[in-house]
């Protein structure tokens, strides 16, 4: 940053600095320089407002590189889990969970979502499904297994039509398992993790997803039995354990703030994680304004927080119009309202100071 120091008439040389004698001066200096001229000087400094000047330049370094920090970040660690991806409103939407190998809506199709096994698809707008051809191409291309991708029932036959004419224009073979999964259903990912579907409200058909951790618990009536006796019990083709559910991680889309009224949805709202989406920030635009389009308003996540149980929520789907300085000051005032962690996903956005 420059720092103009042309207003700064009142600061004379002092004497200290010998400009006019030679560089090489043919006799040591022997001139003592008393302590009032040290003081004329700072005094000098102080009153030019030269040392603000250089505070405020260090304090927006400071933010700079703050900011710039946020920029690079690739992901953010979680309640275990380790979340990236990128989610612009308007733009591109794909978030990735490495743990459960899968992405949520596909963007773009973004290089790191092509490791993933499973994709699953809230809703049709592109901005969330226009790289699904490419991201099932790409995992053709380097041998990987074909993908399962998750969708809305509504919208199934409209995704195999649209993957049937990019397979005809581009003669490629497009292998996929697209799996119509509806409201209320459950699809086993592996032996220990399942996922389910819950309502949400957008413009067009959408749902979010629930990824629940599985586990077993041995049933009340055997608490009291000894190693041996279970054991015995098991051999015999009894049924000693509950399976139990657990909410890990929970997926919103675009939405409007109405999933969280839902009694039906409360596993999303006490999974570890809601990852859910925070369109519009300021009073730019109205609460109306964001459910007319299908979006939350952040204002109406503060309004609700007596039903979020989660541990941590993770807002997604800003405006581009908003920079980073303008998330974090509306992510604080969230946070000063909820008990979870509350974080921001940044990628793609800009400092005001860049």
Same mark, same amino acid.
């Given at each position: 940053?420059?720092? $103009?120091?042309?207003?700064?008439?009142?600061?004379?040389?002092?004497?200290?600095? /010998?400009?006019?004698?030679?560089?090489?001066?043919?006799?040591?200096?022997?001139?003592? @320089?008393?302590?009032?001229?040290? *003081?004329?000087?700072?005094?000098? #400094?102080?009153? $030019?407002?030269?040392?603000?000047?250089?505070?405020?330049?260090?304090?927006?370094?400071?933010?700079?590189?703050?900011?710039?920090?946020?920029?690079?970040?690739?992901?953010?660690d979680?309640?275990?889990?380790?979340?990236?991806?990128?989610?612009?409103?308007?733009?591109?939407?794909?978030?990735?969970?490495?743990?459960?190998?899968?992405?949520? &809506?596909?963007?773009?199709?973004?290089?790191?979502?092509?490791?993933?096994?499973?994709?699953?698809?809230t809703?049709?707008?592109? &901005?969330? #499904?226009?790289?699904?051809?490419?991201? %099932?191409?790409?995992?053709? !291309?380097?041998?990987?297994?074909?993908?399962?991708?998750?969708?809305? /029932?509504?919208?199934?036959? &409209? *995704?195999?039509?649209?993957?049937?004419?990019?397979?005809?224009?581009?003669?490629?073979?497009?292998?996929?398992?697209?799996?119509?999964?509806?409201?209320?259903?459950?699809?086993?990912?592996?032996?220990?993790?399942? *996922?389910?579907?819950?309502?949400?409200?957008?413009v %067009?058909?959408?749902?979010?997803?629930?990824?629940?951790?599985?586990?077993?618990?041995?049933?009340?009536?055997?608490?009291?039995?000894?190693?041996?006796?279970?054991?015995?019990?098991?051999? $015999?083709?009894?049924?000693?354990?509950?399976? @139990?559910?657990?909410?890990?991680?929970?997926?919103?889309?675009d939405?409007?703030?109405?999933?969280m009224?839902?009694?039906?949805?409360? &596993?999303?709202l006490?999974?570890? *994680?809601?990852?859910?989406?925070?369109?519009?920030?300021?009073?730019?635009?109205?609460?109306?304004?964001?459910?007319?389009?299908?979006?939350?308003?952040?204002?109406?996540?503060?309004?609700?927080?007596?039903? #979020?149980?989660?541990?941590?929520?993770?807002?997604?789907?800003?405006?581009?119009?908003?920079?980073?300085?303008?998330?974090?000051?509306?992510?604080?005032?969230?946070?000063?309202? !909820?008990?979870?962690?509350?974080?921001?996903?940044?990628?793609?956005?800009?400092?005001q100071?860049?």
């Amino acid at each position: 940053m420059q720092i $103009s120091l042309s207003n700064y008439s009142a600061f004379k040389t002092s004497p200290i600095f /010998p400009f006019q004698q030679p560089i090489f001066s043919p006799k040591p200096l022997t001139q003592k @320089i008393s302590v009032q001229t040290h *003081v004329n000087v700072v005094n000098a #400094i102080k009153g $030019s407002g030269f040392l603000s000047e250089i505070s405020r330049a260090i304090d927006q370094e400071e933010q700079y590189r703050i900011a710039r920090s946020q920029v690079n970040r690739k992901g953010v660690d979680l309640e275990g889990f380790t979340i990236e991806g990128v989610s612009i409103g308007g733009q591109e939407t794909c978030i990735i969970i490495p743990e459960f190998k899968c992405a949520f &809506d596909i963007g773009r199709c973004p290089t790191r979502a092509i490791q993933q096994n499973f994709v699953f698809i809230t809703h049709a707008h592109l &901005d969330h #499904i226009g790289g699904l051809p490419m991201y %099932i191409a790409s995992r053709g !291309l380097y041998n990987l297994k074909p993908p399962t991708v998750f969708v809305p /029932p509504s919208i199934k036959e &409209d *995704v195999e039509e649209l993957l049937d004419i990019h397979r005809t224009m581009g003669q490629v073979e497009l292998n996929v398992e697209l799996v119509a999964l509806d409201i209320g259903e459950t699809y086993e990912m592996r032996s220990n993790l399942v *996922v389910r579907p819950f309502r949400t409200q957008h413009v %067009i058909p959408s749902q979010g997803y629930v990824v629940y951790s599985v586990r077993k618990k041995l049933k009340k009536q055997y608490s009291h039995l000894k190693g041996k006796q279970i054991e015995k019990l098991k051999k $015999s083709g009894v049924e000693i354990t509950d399976v @139990i559910l657990a909410p890990e991680v929970a997926f919103t889309g675009d939405t409007t703030p109405e999933f969280m009224l839902d009694p039906r949805n409360a &596993d999303a709202l006490r999974a570890k *994680v809601l990852i859910t989406e925070a369109t519009f920030l300021d009073e730019s635009f109205s609460v109306d304004h964001a459910r007319q389009h299908g979006h939350t308003h952040i204002s109406e996540i503060i309004e609700n927080v007596q039903w #979020i149980r989660n541990k941590a929520v993770l807002l997604t789907h800003f405006s581009s119009r908003y920079s980073l300085e303008d998330i974090r000051q509306a992510v604080s005032k969230l946070q000063s309202k !909820l008990s979870a962690k509350v974080v921001p996903l940044t990628e793609g956005f800009k400092s005001q100071y860049s």
